[in-house]
């Protein structure tokens, strides 16, 4: 999907720094990375060309989405696999200025594959490390439960979660098809806050207001993921308007899943007339072709936004992310900064 050319507004998208709150590692993966893996791993995707592979990315429903996307994740085993696609996803946020990254990660689905939790961990900490040293960028982890899987892999999500809050997790969440209920996860969520560890939710991406209501009941995130169809019910609109959480919006992602019939169609347009708090994310940027700048530039271009407006959105994703004290202060100095020199410039 490309802009209608506003390339000043697209040069801004990627020059602006960001922070991105929705993408999935799985989903990040560049296509030459995942040939790579799959012949290493001999597991045999149904194309060995990048070109291929951008053809099998063409997903039908959100069903045909998951399938596709745990096929890509049995190219990921050892820890040195996690520890490439994190050095590369860190390398591209930090081409993009995207400053600091929540990151979802589905660890039930590499442990279903036989990969090794904890030095799946240690890997990706180790990758995590390194590229703060290296890059300006910084990586936490959100790892997933998912909804269709055995209550056995929430309890190894939550537990994965808990051992490695101090190397890396940020979060727990809740992602895979939401026709499932969120009301078997309700103790694990219970537990993360006790914990002490933040809550986010996929709702209100394939199901609606009945799912996101459900959701905010059971898990209590403080970010919605996607949350768009919230638009089908005009008191929850306004309740979420008024008191959040704030939604993590991915238009690309919608579109691509037919969760939106198109760009100029989707309801991140209504969201922001009514007053609901949210962010611009990519989801799966490798799988939809997309980067967090470009969803920027796309936001803009289809709401006939300017460069402040854009600041202005990227403000509201520092402002919904977990950072604490000072680390949020020194950032949110460096955005100023670095927004006031942009603005001379542009
Ligand atoms: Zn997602």
């Not at 207001?209 to 306004?238: F, K, N, Q, Y």
Request: aromatic content about 6%.
């Amino acid at each position: 999907m490309t802009t209608n050319g506003d390339s000043r507004l697209e040069r801004f998208a990627e020059a602006m720094p960001k922070v991105e709150l929705h993408v999935h590692l799985e989903g990040a993966v560049r296509p030459g990375t995942l040939l790579r893996l799959a012949r290493r791993r001999r597991v045999t995707l149904p194309a060995d060309t990048e070109e291929g592979l951008r053809e099998w990315y063409r997903f039908e429903t959100f069903e045909h989405f998951v399938e596709i996307y745990v096929t890509c994740s049995e190219c990921l085993r050892d820890p040195e696999d996690f520890q490439l696609v994190l050095a590369e996803f860190a390398a591209e946020q930090a081409r993009q200025n995207v400053r600091y990254s929540e990151v979802h990660f589905t660890i039930a689905t590499h442990a279903r594959q036989g990969a090794n939790a904890q030095e799946v961990a240690h890997a990706l900490w180790e990758s995590i490390v390194d590229a703060e040293r290296r890059l300006e960028t910084r990586v936490r982890l959100i790892p997933d439960i998912v909804r269709n899987l055995e209550p056995k892999w929430a309890d190894l999500t939550l537990e994965w979660a808990l051992d490695h809050r101090q190397r890396g997790v940020v979060a727990l969440g809740l992602a895979g098809i939401e026709s499932h209920s969120a009301t078997p996860f309700r103790e694990h969520f219970e537990v993360a806050a006790a914990e002490g560890l933040h809550r986010v939710a996929h709702a209100g991406e394939q199901e609606g207001p009945a799912s996101i209501r459900e959701t905010l009941e059971v898990a209590r995130p403080e970010r919605l993921g996607h949350g768009i169809r919230v638009v089908e019910d005009p008191e929850l609109l306004a309740e979420i308007a008024a008191d959040g959480p704030p939604l993590e919006v991915c238009p690309t992602s919608n579109v691509a899943l037919g969760n939106a019939p198109s760009l100029a169609e989707h309801p991140i347009g209504r969201l922001l007339d009514a007053g609901v708090d949210l962010s611009v994310n990519s989801d799966d940027p490798a799988m939809f072709d997309t980067t967090l700048s470009h969803e920027y530039a796309l936001v803009g271009d289809t709401l006939g936004l300017g460069i402040d407006d854009l600041a202005e959105l990227s403000r509201s994703a520092l402002r919904h992310a977990f950072l604490e004290g000072e680390e949020r202060r020194r950032l949110s100095d460096q955005f100023e900064r670095e927004i006031a020199d942009l603005r001379d410039q542009f």
